[in-house]
């Protein structure tokens, strides 16, 4: 048998990936690799042996803070321990995007090993997530929706308005508004074009299970949600405005938002949530969340900033 060999990404490899990320308990967002918002694959690269993906690496900026860029790899879960995933990230590392922009990885608490690896390719923590998953069922809690407030899906609001473009105006300028309070991003503020590649952008958005909340025309909250795989959805953006916070709109939108990806026919939600951010992880273990354990999020300046 041939050894493995490392080599770009190309379009025709698309089949060898697609093998590859079924056997993966996530995608890692390797998905990107097939194909982007604007059809073009990210940068990427393969390590194949007698034609199959035995691992895969992209550089993506989808779904990330301007400027940033995120450093993705995934090895076949009976290839690991064998270097091949510090091999594809050394591929990625020398591309040229990834010496101009932010890098940004994420590294589980259970992976020490990697994590004193980043540390030792000039990667500090930004900031620590809690990742957990919710087996969806038919018998969900039912809702019972504050006075004068709607919910919807993205797929509804824009089959149902006039102008669809106002909807996902309305989208950005909020999700904008939610991300610049994320604690890992230190108070950056984000605008609605920022954020356009999170949303509209974005290819594995799917609008049948993301949900909005409108206060009569007012859109007051959202629960962005991701197609990983046709049975797993993750959930990018849970928020309210400043007004509903404390009212328990936010459970409403997480189980209405489970409700829909149930109707999708996906059987698992998965979310990570800031370390800090006590409310959202007490609600989510109310709701039957079960922890999958901690993420660090660590990023490493451009090459040129160092």
Known sequence: MSEPKLRPYLPDDATALEALLSELEAPYGLEALLAGADGTPDPGWLICQEGVALGAATLSARDMAPGVCALRVAVHPRRRGQGLGRALARAAL????????????AVPDDRPGLLAW?????????????????????????????????????????????????????????????????????????????????????????????????????????????AETPRLRHIGMTGVTQEWRGRGLARVLKLEAARASHAQGATHLRTDN?????????????????????????????????
């Open 274 to 306: 800031d370390a800090s951010n006590t409310a959202i992880l007490r609600l989510n273990r109310s709701l039957g969340y079960r922890s999958l354990g901690g993420l660090w999020r660590l990023r490493r300046p451009p090459v040129n900033d160092r």
């Open 118 to 226: 980043a540390g030792r390719h000039g990667f500090a923590p930004v900031g620590h997530r809690i990742r957990s998953e919710l087996e969806l069922r038919a018998d969900l809690e039912a809702v019972v929706l504050p006075a004068d407030v709607r919910v919807t899906t993205l797929a509804q609001a824009l089959q149902e308005a006039s102008d669809p473009e106002t909807v996902w105006d309305a989208l950005h300028v909020l999700l904008a508004e939610l991300a610049s309070q994320i604690p890992d991003e230190a108070g950056r503020r984000f605008t609605p074009q920022d954020v356009q590649l999170w949303a509209r952008g974005a290819p594995d958005l799917d609008p049948h299970s993301t949900v909005l909340a409108y206060d009569g025309a007012r859109l007051v909250g959202l629960v962005l949600m991701r």
């Open 94 to 105: 020398t591309h040229p995007a990834a010496q101009h922009l932010t890098l940004e990885i």
